[in-house]
């Protein structure tokens, strides 16, 4: 009788667990993350000529949000949320942080069910200035529509030179995309939901320091270039 109350208490225990709310958050997450991969590499590789490799290989972080929204605009005055990871000087990618964007329209009107977004940061100072504060694309960091094309180098003058070039898709349509103005975050809840504890953003990208490293996590680091 007293090893039946154990068991049962014992799977009332696994329950709760599974159905907490922090089981559900980080299982979001976790798609995400999932998702944020598979967008990355559709989008370097698209058949209209992706992302110059030349693009690829000089960022220094790369951020990543699918699924935007439903609507006429990339965005249209709501939220997206997606990932981010920086290398080190020897070219390894950090864990992941969860960041947000947002503004009143975020520039291609493709009028997409559902838009996914990516963003090659080419200076650590814009990624720093990301993880510590809420910062605005144009403002605090200059941000331009990247080049398209497998040979297509962005523009050699540094004083042209954007510190952030960013693209989208949509429909099967694949462009760079202007996003003068829109507000970028890190999802700090997302942050400390997914990882377990609080966890200062930068302290993941820049010391690549985490308390946990999901298997999914680990997969969209080493899928960038």
Avoid at 64 to 84: A, C, D, S, T, Y
Avoid at 171 to 196: M, T
Wanted: glycine residues 10%.
């Amino acid at each position: 009788m007293l090893s039946r109350v154990f068991m049962v208490l014992a799977w009332a225990a696994v329950l709760a667990a599974v159905s907490s709310p922090s089981a559900y958050s980080q299982g979001k997450q976790a798609i995400k993350l999932e998702n944020a991969k598979l967008v990355y590499e559709e989008m370097v590789d698209f058949d209209d000529g992706g992302v110059p490799a030349s693009l690829r290989e000089e960022a220094k972080c790369v951020a990543v949000i699918p699924h935007l929204v439903k609507g006429g605009f990339l965005v249209g005055g709501r939220h997206g949320n997606g990932v981010m990871s920086c290398h080190d000087d020897e070219g390894v990618w950090s864990p992941p942080v969860f960041i947000e964007i947002s503004g009143a329209s975020l520039g291609l009107q493709i009028g997409g069910q559902s838009s996914d977004l990516v963003l090659f940061f080419m200076t650590e100072k814009a990624a720093r200035s990301l993880m510590t504060s809420k910062f605005t694309l144009g403002g605090d960091a200059s941000v331009a529509a990247g080049p398209t094309g497998k040979e297509t180098v962005p523009n050699s003058d540094p004083d042209e030179e954007a510190e952030i070039y960013s693209y989208a898709r949509a429909r099967g349509l694949f462009a760079g995309v202007s996003l003068q103005g829109s507000h970028l975050a890190p999802d700090q809840k997302a942050i400390e939901n997914y990882y377990g504890e609080r966890i200062f953003p930068e302290k993941i990208v820049f010391e690549h320091w985490v308390p946990r490293y999901p298997p999914e996590a680990r997969a969209f680091s080493e899928s960038l270039p």
